[in-house]
């Protein structure tokens, strides 16, 4: 990597992984840019090695692979578990303050690293902010599921 940082740099800036400041920087300090590639490396040797940290990953790949092959039934099958799950006021609080109290209570660990951004942290402190979230998540759902039940998709019909 280091003897083609030309290459890398290109790379990084043109996948928006790295703003057009921080390419100067690097190409201005080419041992920052050593330190922080050796670094980077390293945390991703340590991730990698951690075998839930690897199993997780695979998980959370398997369910995102499983969701783009069928989205309409992971659709229905989302719309289908928020209604069982969350169907009336104690539901929807008892669900905010289990993943209040810890996020990976969600069931997948795509919801669950969700629940742990600072946003949806403030979300679930509230009730009632939560409550109507969750209902206007409901109604979205449920109401995308209607439509397509028996009226077809709505796009290029005469």
């Known amino acids: 990597v280091m003897g083609q940082k030309d290459e890398v740099l290109e790379t990084l800036a043109a996948q928006g992984l790295v703003d057009e400041a921080k390419i100067e920087e690097y190409k201005k300090d080419p041992e920052l840019f050593e330190k922080e590639m050796k670094d980077a490396f390293g945390q991703m ?19 995102m692979s499983d969701i783009m092959a069928n989205p309409e039934k992971a659709m229905r099958e989302l719309a ?6 969350l169907g009336d006021d104690d539901k929807i609080e008892e669900a905010r ?4 109290a810890n996020p990976d209570k969600a069931g997948n660990p795509l ?10 942290k403030d979300i679930l402190r509230d009730p009632v902010k939560w409550r109507e979230h969750v209902t206007k998540g ?16 709505g796009v290029g019909e005469l």
């Open 138 to 153: 409901q109604e979205m759902l449920l109401g995308e599921q209607d439509e397509a039940v028996g009226h077809g998709a």
């Open 97 to 100: 303050l289990q993943l209040l």
């Open 45 to 63: 040797k340590d991730i990698f090695s951690d075998p839930n940290t690897v199993s997780a990953a695979m998980e959370m790949m398997k369910g």
């Open 111 to 120: 919801l669950a690293e969700m629940f742990k951004g600072d946003e949806m």
């Open 80 to 85: 289908s578990s928020m209604k069982d799950a």
